[in-house]
């Protein structure tokens, strides 16, 4: 490790040397930036969760451009839509196509009473171009009434269930008094709003959201025609639509916004968010004790160091030195315990709890950062002094 | 050789400010030649530190002029002082050896202060170094696995082995037995002898009063006895 390192470096190894010497605050202190990255990596994981949450009902949806009302961010907490301004969109040049969007929650109980809740869709089945391939494709199943597709992942759902499903035994289950019948089954995963996903025709919605009527849905979905740019097709419609109670968007702009809310404006968002940055100063603060009270402890050698000829980059060096030894070697341990505990929150929460390359790449460059402003912080006081004052 | 080692005039020095300001050192003038040993005596406080500091770019020079190796120190830049002090040995009261770093170790780091060069010549060099004052079979020890005279030496080791045209040495014995202390000056006195250096040493050991080739006596901050003799031993 020495002659390594010394090879490297060009010099002797003094920052290694100066924290291996002192096992036990060595230690110390690469556990305190594992337990930093941790913190960083968890409250990421989290967000990343949320994020892919939050889009995940998007991705389901197969549209240019999506027209709502304006009083609310997400998919699901506005007012509805008017069925009539699907016929007039469809009046403008360059719309080919449009369906409306049903969407609601639906709560259930399993034969062991717990309850689980399930976002659903409910789509025409002739609209079924307005879904994901893999949806389309099942979506005829959905013309017999009182038959869903529901998603495998759903939160609380026992396995064996879904094996049944896809084996072709449809699963009956109750709500609100009435029978549905899970005739098929799609892979969706983990969202915040709900405990899955279900898609059921607009006829079965309808039936199941006892006080919705077809002359209202949640959103209106339209597709531009071959060649046309959804943009301007979008600033027809906002023409023509003016001084309406409505938000009309491109599908993508409208998740983003939706994105930015959740992590922006709910307090969930902002908790996690907040947890990013109290991860980073526990870390910072970590490593600058660590730091500062080594440059402290040898404030006679440095002295003596500087006394011989060495100058403040030699010292910036050393600490530089111990700071990127901390962040590699607290790094390590903290990313080999988040993949842990993402594992342990999937498994519990069905989130989709997952590490990503740039988020690897991203908090290891922080931490490294964090570690080297630490360091250079630690080394001020070494700056100034004339060698005699150290003594 | 062309400048004197050292040329000091009119050369105060204070500490502290308002109040408590106080003058450690008044009105020295001194040229030193080069290859000589000066010995530096006087009571405790009478500023033999303070002197030994400012003379070796330890200190800042505030007013008066010292002249190092024909360099001006008064208002030199950071980046001429640490050029400068890269041609000087020192040696402590305290080893203030590095405690983490192996006697060759801290050995090659009066070495590796001019640069990358050959390691594996620098490793001879030190050991070479490490012979001379004795400990060749101290090597690979760590400063807290020596005693006080060993680690004083391989501090002579350091501050010798890459040739410095000036020592300076402030009491390097005041922590060692009377017997070791000896051995210590004696090898500071001969190694330097061998290789021409300027040595300037603070010490209370008479046995190396007369090896000496000038004996100064401050008191008070004053350089009150000057004499200049022919050493022996
Ligand atoms: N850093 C300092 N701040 C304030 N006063 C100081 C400082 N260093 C030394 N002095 C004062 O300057 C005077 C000279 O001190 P110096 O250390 O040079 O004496 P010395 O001859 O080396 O003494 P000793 O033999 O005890 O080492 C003393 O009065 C001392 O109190
Ligand atoms: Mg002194």
């Keep these: 490790m020495n002659k390594l390192l010394e090879r490297l470096i060009g010099r002797l190894p003094i920052g290694w040397l100066q924290l291996s010497h002192n096992k036990g605050r060595f230690a110390a202190a690469i556990a305190g930036v594992a337990f930093a990255t941790l913190l960083v990596l968890m409250q990421l994981g989290i967000q990343g969760a949320m994020k892919i949450g939050s889009l995940m009902p998007y991705s389901l949806l197969n549209a240019d451009i999506i027209i709502s009302a304006n009083d609310g961010s997400t998919l699901t907490d506005r007012s509805n839509v008017a069925r009539a301004r699907l016929f007039q969109a469809l009046g403008v040049a360059g719309v080919a196509s449009g369906a409306p969007a049903y969407i609601g929650i639906l709560e259930f109980r399993q034969p062991d009473g717990v309850p689980t809740t399930l976002q659903t869709f409910g789509f025409s089945v002739s609209d079924k171009a307005f879904t994901t391939a893999d949806v389309a494709a099942k979506f005829d199943q959905l013309a017999l009434e009182n038959t869903a597709l529901i998603d495998v992942k759903t939160r609380g759902v026992d396995a064996a269930i879904f094996e049944e499903l896809k084996a072709g035994k449809p699963y009956p289950f109750e709500v609100n008094g009435q029978t549905l019948n899970a005739v098929d089954t799609i892979e969706v995963g983990g969202t915040f709003t709900a405990d899955g996903t279900m898609f059921v025709s607009d006829q079965t919605f309808l039936r199941f959201f006892g006080k919705r009527t077809s002359s209202a849905p949640n959103h209106i979905l339209l597709k531009v025609a071959d060649g046309v740019s959804p943009t301007v097709v979008l600033e027809r419609l906002r023409a023509k639509f003016k001084g309406q109670a409505l938000t009309i968007e491109t599908l993508d702009d409208f998740a983003a916004a939706d994105l930015a809310f959740q992590t922006t404006e709910r307090p969930t968002g902002i908790i996690f968010g907040f947890g990013v940055i109290m991860g980073t100063i526990v870390g910072i603060v970590i490593v600058y004790q660590v730091l500062s009270t080594d440059v402290a402890d040898h404030l006679r050698e440095y002295a003596t160091f500087k006394a011989m000829g060495y100058d403040q980059r030699f010292f910036l060096g050393i600490v530089t030195e111990e700071a990127i030894i901390l962040a590699v070697l607290g790094y390590i341990p903290g990313l080999f315990a988040s993949f842990g505990l993402y594992q342990v929150m999937t498994t519990l929460t069905s989130l989709p709890v997952q590490m990503d390359g740039a988020r690897i790449v991203y908090v290891f460059v922080g931490t490294l950062l964090a570690c080297a402003l630490s360091g250079a912080i630690a080394t001020r006081r070494l700056a100034a002094a004339d060698p005699a004052d150290l003594f | ?233």
């Design chain 2, 1 to 233: 050789m062309s400048a004197p080692a050292l040329t000091l005039s009119q050369l105060d020095h204070f500490f502290g400010t308002g109040e408590a300001r106080k003058q450690a050192i008044f009105d020295i003038n001194l040229t030193l030649e080069r290859g000589k040993l000066t010995i530096l005596m006087g009571p405790s406080g009478s500023g033999k530190t303070t002197l030994l500091t400012l003379m070796g770019c330890l200190r800042e020079v505030q007013s008066g002029s010292v002249k190092l190796l024909g360099e001006e120190l008064r208002a030199a830049p950071e980046a001429q002082l640490v050029s400068l002090r890269r041609r000087l040995g020192f040696i402590f009261q305290a080893h203030n050896l590095h405690e983490s770093l192996t006697a060759t170790q801290n050995v090659l780091m009066g070495l590796q202060v001019h640069g990358k060069g050959n390691p594996a010549q620098q490793r001879k060099a030190a050991r070479h170094m490490l012979g001379l004052v004795g400990l060749s079979d101290r090597l690979d020890y760590l400063p807290s696995s020596l005693s006080g005279g060993q680690k004083q030496r391989v501090a002579v080791a350091r501050a010798l082995v890459s040739n410095p045209e000036i020592v300076f040495a402030d009491e390097p014995t005041a922590a060692l037995d009377k017997e070791s202390g000896h051995t210590v000056v004696k090898m500071l006195k001969t190694l330097g002898e061998e290789r021409g250096t300027t040595t300037v040493m603070v010490t209370h050991d008479n046995r190396i009063l007369e090896m000496a080739d000038r004996i100064i006596t401050m008191e008070e901050g004053r350089v009150i006895s000057d004499e200049l003799q022919t050493p022996k031993g």
